[in-house]
């Protein structure tokens, strides 16, 4: 199978949708009463995290790939 660019946008909102059903399921499991402001608030800073961590990678990863020469003209 060929490898291909991880989709940022369908992992951040992949976590944003595991984040909060985490959230909802460990309220409801362990009768918690917690303020959503903490779960967005945690969530968001993790995604942010997981951006920066994917930028830096790509940039990174770009620089290191070598360049193809252009061709010198011969005549």
């Known amino acids: ?3 291909h660019r991880t989709d ?10 595991t984040i909060a059903g985490a959230l909802v399921i460990v309220t409801q499991a362990a009768a918690l009463d917690v303020n959503p402001h903490w ?5 968001l800073i993790l995604l ?4 920066l961590v ?3 990678a790509r940039a990174r ?3 290191r790939e070598p360049r193809p020469r252009p061709e010198e003209p011969t005549g």
């Open 61 to 63: 990863g770009e620089y």
């Open 8 to 17: 940022l946008v369908a992992l951040l909102f992949g976590l944003a949708f």
């Open 54 to 56: 994917a930028t830096v």
């Open 48 to 51: 942010g995290v997981v951006a």
């Open 39 to 43: 779960g967005a608030a945690a969530g």
């Open 1 to 3: 199978m060929k490898q």
